[in-house]
């Protein structure tokens, strides 16, 4: 069955890095889309970065020039390098795949259990 794990989260300070992993299993990873989502206390669980079965990658407006999304095939493992992290970025971390690129979280049907990072 499909399953999807998270990790690398932590806490730090304000300006530091972190690099999330997602390691999937039981399915053909190579060919679906990837994405890293966020759901801070509150708020609505919001998308971060979608990263294509091609390689094409994008991230969201509010992490651009911090973030990078990328992703190893032969690994089948999905990574986010957080840099210059603001207390802004505290959230739950997901990582989730559809067969198709998309930022639309109701598509997609696969999901890890999440991964708390925590600036301050």
């Known amino acids: 069955h499909v399953q999807l794990v998270e990790s690398g989260g932590g806490s730090v300070q304000p300006g530091g890095s972190l690099n999330l992993s997602c390691v999937t299993s039981?399915?053909?990873?190579?060919?679906?889309?990837v994405g890293w989502f966020r759901q801070a206390p509150g708020k609505e669980r919001e998308g971060v970065a979608v990263?294509?079965?091609?390689?094409?990658?994008s991230v969201s407006d509010s992490v651009k020039g911090r973030f990078t999304v990328s992703r190893d095939n032969a690994k089948n493992t999905l990574y986010l390098q957080m840099n210059s992290l603001k207390t802004e970025d505290t959230a739950v971390y997901y990582c989730?795949?559809?067969?198709?690129?998309?930022?639309?979280?109701?598509?997609?049907?696969?999901w890890g259990q999440g991964t708390q990072v925590t600036v301050s």
């Open positions: 989730a795949t559809d067969p198709v690129g998309t930022w639309d979280l109701g598509r997609y049907g696969y």
């Open positions: 990263i294509d079965s091609d390689g094409s990658a």
């Open positions: 039981g399915y053909s990873y190579s060919q679906y889309c």
